[in-house]
């Protein structure tokens, strides 16, 4: 099948899907342009037209992930539902999403460093190329803002739950990193065809978790 060439029409979403898996398969060192473009039948240049290289590829896929899983989760912590059921789903959602995308999943947990060591341009560098790292820079600054926002969903219910007698006294922020840590690494150790769902998952560790800080008053 010929590859198609860099004007017809291409679905984003197939290329970053793509490239997260090319990813996981191979890393982020090993994985060049030219392997992700075969994965979705183009040429190399064709890839090059929707994505200036490798750095803001890797970069679109965690957006999209990071961006899904808030979606399914910022409703869920500004519910009115009682707190330990707030932590319980939003639990659940993070996890089930990363039991259906574990290559994502896998590129949050192996590939961030990526992100921190792009180099920029060569001062004689292209001017192309200079804006094109300077509007680089900003989307990432922006993806780990939005990591951040995201970690503060689930600190804003753990520390309601401290507050309103729900859970024990425990250091929110420590806490918050242990449980996010846990599930970012369910995204590298899943298999579909292990002893265990994605939702089966899911409902141990939100039970491991939250019966270590719940208190007798729910």
């Known amino acids: 099948m010929a590859r198609k060439p860099a004007d017809q029409s291409v679905n984003r979403e197939a290329i970053i899907v793509a490239a997260a898996e ?3 398969k191979n890393g982020y060192e090993a994985t060049t342009m030219k392997d992700i473009a075969a994965a979705v039948n183009l040429t190399a240049a064709s890839l090059y037209h929707h994505f200036k290289n490798k750095d803001a ?3 679109a896929v965690l957006e999209v992930g990071l961006e899904y899983i808030i979606q399914q989760t910022e409703p869920i912590a500004h519910s009115d539902l009682p707190t330990v059921e707030k ?11 990363l039991t259906q995308n574990t290559a994502v999943g896998a590129a949050m947990v192996f590939e961030i460093r990526a992100l921190m060591s792009v180099k920029a341009p060569y001062r004689n560098a292209h001017d192309d190329d200079k804006e094109a790292f300077e509007t680089f820079i900003k989307r990432r600054d922006s993806f780990f803002l939005r990591r951040d926002q995201f970690e503060n969903l689930f600190r804003l219910v753990v ?3 401290v507050d309103n007698g729900s859970f024990r006294t425990i250091d929110v922020a420590i806490f918050t990193k ?6 970012n690494w369910v995204g590298v150790w899943y298999r579909p065809t292990g002893r265990l769902s994605g939702e089966e998952i899911a409902d141990v560790i939100a039970d491991t978790m939250l019966n270590g800080v719940i208190t007798s008053r729910k």
């Open 178 to 183: 242990t449980l996010l840590g846990a599930h």
């Open 87 to 97: 932590l319980r789903r939003m639990i659940r959602e993070h996890i089930v999403g």
């Open 22 to 24: 090319v990813l996981q």
């Open 159 to 161: 520390r309601e739950g």
């Open 57 to 59: 590829l890797l970069l």
